[in-house]
Structure formats: C-alpha cells, structure tokens
T-cell receptor, first 113, second 117 residues
Framework: DQQVKQNSPSLSVQEGRISILNCDYTNSMFDYFLWYKKYPAEGPTFLISISSIKDKNEDGRFTVFLNKSAKHLSLHIVPSQPGDSAVYFCAASFTSGTYKYIFGTGTRLKVLA | NAGVTQTPKFRVLKTGQSMTLLCAQDMNHEYMYWYRQDPGMGLRLIHYSVGEGTTAKGEVPDGYNVSRLKKQNFLLGLESAAPSQTSVYFC????????????????FGAGSRLTVL
C-alpha cells in the first residue's frame, strides 16, 4: 500500500504564477514531511520540510502547508521560475532513530517561460 | 567535498550476472540508504544502515544484499540479476547533525542506472 501519494504526475505553470504541488499520506504517525527536487540525471536535493506539529513552514519562494486532519500537505512556489522545472517528491518519516523516509511517486513540474 | 559518490554510473548486465554498486560518503554520516527509482513508483527503500556493521531491510529488499564494513561505504549487491531489477539506484546518507527544523535531511548521490537484459 502506498503510504505517501502524489496523485498528479505532472503540472504546467506559467512563469511568475503560483505552483501548487500536493501530497497525501495515510499514516498519522509520521513526524516529519520533506520535499525534494530532482533534475534529470541528478540525485534528489532537499528543498524544505515541516514538522507534524506545525501547519506552515516558509523558506523564500517555497512554502509548505500541512493539514493533519486531512492528511494532506502542499508545496507552494511563488513566483514560479523556469529553473523550478523538475520532479518534486514529498517524503514522510518516523523519528524512530532510523530516519527512514517513505517517498511519494513524484510530480513533474514544468514552468513555461 | 564530494558528498555522496556512486560507482558505476551506468551498467548493463545479463540475466543471472552479479554485480556490486558502491556508495561512498565523505561527510562522516552515520546513516546510509539505498533507494531505487522506477517510473510511476517514486523512490523505494531497498536497504539501509544506521551505523558501521549494521544493515536492515527496507520496503523492497528481495534480490539484494548490502554490507557496511566501513562507515563511509555502503555496498549494494545483486547476486543474480533479473530484468525486474532494471532501475536507477540512488544512495543517500544522513547524520546526527543533518537536521533542518528538526527533520533529518538526506543527501543523495547522482544515481547509478542499471539495465538487466
């Protein structure tokens, strides 16, 4: 069973507009949620995270929102830039000491110039 | 500072052949992971290690073995490769000091693309 789901495989947004990437999860015991960005032929790189005790975390153009009752998180990118075109993965973890992460299937974002 | 280095970057195997993927990190990280990425499946954890000499199974461990004889290295072995193991493999590491807002952050290598014919 897929504990972390990204139901939109792809998303296209005009440069300067807002990009919203969504992620749903099933296990209410997850402690932390992270977003990673991946360019072709490279490894994923960390973007932003949020603790399960918060509902919002902001870092520059990137904001992550967490709705625990809905088991849903979203990543907002404002304003979107062509360099943001990449695959975005959300990941969830338990802080059990092993720091294992369960990743979603990814959403490919294309920002049109 | 190289970070996480994976070798080889590309490899083609025939069914039944064996091979080892090497992951090396120079950040003195305690935790190391092997993931595979397949279309529509995201990143799935194969095996991981919480320290030198320790390994544990992840979500999809069958057909793979791992070893962590040295803290900086994490090896992923395929004893008898199958076409279903055609994938891109990513190694990642993290440590007790790699936290961002309380979350332990993974550093990934660039990936190893394996094709099994």
């Amino acid at each position: 069973d897929q504990q972390v789901k990204q139901n939109s495989p792809s998303l296209s947004v005009q440069e300067g507009r807002i990009s919203i990437l969504n992620c749903d999860y099933t296990n209410s015991m997850f402690d932390y949620f992270l977003w990673y960005k991946k360019y072709p032929a490279e490894g994923p790189t960390f973007l932003i995270s949020i603790s399960s005790i918060k509902d919002k975390n902001e870092d520059g153009r990137f904001t992550v929102f967490l709705n625990k009752s809905a088991k849903h998180l979203s990543l907002h990118i404002v304003p979107s830039q062509p360099g943001d075109s990449a695959v975005y993965f959300c990941a969830a973890s338990f802080t059990s000491g092993t720091y294992k992460y369960i990743f979603g299937t990814g959403t490919r974002l294309k920002v049109l110039a | 500072n190289a970070g996480v280095t994976q070798t080889p970057k590309f490899r083609v195997l025939k069914t039944g052949q064996s091979m080892t993927l090497l992951c090396a990190q120079d950040m003195n990280h305690e935790y190391m992971y092997w993931y595979r990425q397949d279309p529509g499946m995201g990143l799935r954890l194969i095996h991981y290690s919480v320290g030198e000499g320790t390994t544990a199974k992840g979500e999809v461990p069958d057909g793979y073995n791992v070893s962590r004889l040295k803290k900086q290295n994490f090896l992923l072995g395929l004893e008898s490769a199958a076409p279903s193991q055609t994938s891109v493999y990513f190694c990642a590491s993290s440590g007790r000091d790699t936290f961002y807002s309380g979350a332990n952050v993974l550093t990934f290598g660039a990936g190893s693309r394996l094709t099994v014919l």
